[in-house]
T-cell receptor, first 115, second 114 residues
Framework: DTAVSQTPKYLVTQMGNDKSIKCEQN?????MYWYKQDSKKFLKIMFS???????INETVPNRFSPKSPDKAHLNLHINSLELGDSAVYFC??????????????FGPGTRLTVL | AQSVAQPEDQVNVAEGNPLTVKCTYS??????LFWYVQYPNRGLQFLLK??????LVKGSYGFEAEFNKSQTSFHLKKPSALVSDSALYFC????????????FGAGTRLFVKA
């Protein structure tokens, strides 16, 4: 029943490790996003894919690599984790291709803690 | 460049009183404007959006927002606050040149006291 799901919900890891976060949406949407929410709750877009193609790539370290195997999935892989990567990562999706009116639907978030 | 400002980090209101959460924006053209709410340990949920037409937009849970082009504002309002409205509220903007990039404000924490 969950529209946008993310796994895992919590991720605790050591500096230097590589980790992945998975996202799936069952809404039939064409566009998916990754956002980072820092400790001050500031929400910033990282990436967006439309029909498996990268359309937004903000100023994000290249240690972060999104992958979209199909339009229902958008995974985020992070190499060589750093302390500053600790945050809550939200996946979202929206209908359509090219319209700015679309509502985004958010997943529950993945709280990443780097020790 | 697009930007969104939520001038208040926190808004406190007594249950039953009206509430307002402020938002101002800056875009190069006409905006699409959104309000989202985040409850603790949850993802953001859509409340309402302004696309075109009537400046007063009604949304979920009794919330409404008024688009004011001259003041470049899109304040969120509710006539009578509930304790359950306590949450973090985000204003967001996209401009009409298209694209998928949404800019979110810094968020305003609403506390409704019983």
């Amino acid at each position: 029943d969950t529209a946008v799901s993310q796994t895992p919900k919590y991720l605790v890891t050591q500096m230097g490790n590589d980790k992945s976060i998975k996202c799936e949406q069952n809404l039939g949407h064409d566009t998916m996003y990754w956002y980072k929410q820092d400790s001050k709750k500031f929400l910033k877009i990282m990436f967006s894919y439309n029909n498996k193609e990268l359309i937004i790539n903000e100023t994000v370290p290249n240690r972060f690599s999104p992958k979209s195997p199909d339009k229902a999935h958008l995974n985020l892989h992070i190499n060589s984790l750093e302390l500053g990567d600790s945050a809550v990562y939200f996946c979202a999706s929206s209908q359509g291709a090219g319209t700015s009116t679309d509502t985004q639907y958010f997943g529950p978030g993945t709280r990443l803690t780097v020790l | 460049a697009q930007s969104v400002a939520q001038p208040e980090d926190q808004v406190n209101v007594a249950e039953g009183n009206p509430l307002t959460v402020k938002c101002t924006y800056s875009v190069s053209g006409n905006p699409y404007l959104f309000w989202y709410v985040q409850y603790p340990n949850r993802g953001l949920q859509f409340l309402l959006k302004y696309i075109t037409g009537d400046n007063l937009v009604k949304g979920s849970y009794g919330f409404e927002a008024e688009f004011n082009k001259s003041q470049t504002s899109f304040h969120l309002k509710k006539p009578s606050a509930l304790v359950s409205d306590s949450a973090l509220y985000f204003c967001a903007v996209r401009d009409r040149t298209g694209g998928f990039k949404t800019i979110f404000g810094a968020g305003t924490r609403l506390f409704v006291k019983a």
